[in-house]
């Protein structure tokens, strides 16, 4: 049976990249939602970064 391949740097670099931009969502996140007048708006404001965080994961799996 073979063995698994190693992951190269690049999946290093991409895992990273993508721990920065979970970081800066999550920050605007917590920023809006204090803003937020209602549970409606913050509900939105979370699966607007929802989505933003699955385009960036679909960035990194076709780069790596």
Known sequence: MPRPREPGPG???????LDVRLGQILVEVGRLADEAQDDREIFSHLG?????LGLAQRRVRTRS
Request: hydrophobic letters at 65%; proline letters at 0%; zero cysteines.
């Open 48 to 52: 607007v970064a929802a989505h933003a």
């Open 11 to 17: 999946v290093a670099r991409a895992a990273s990249s």
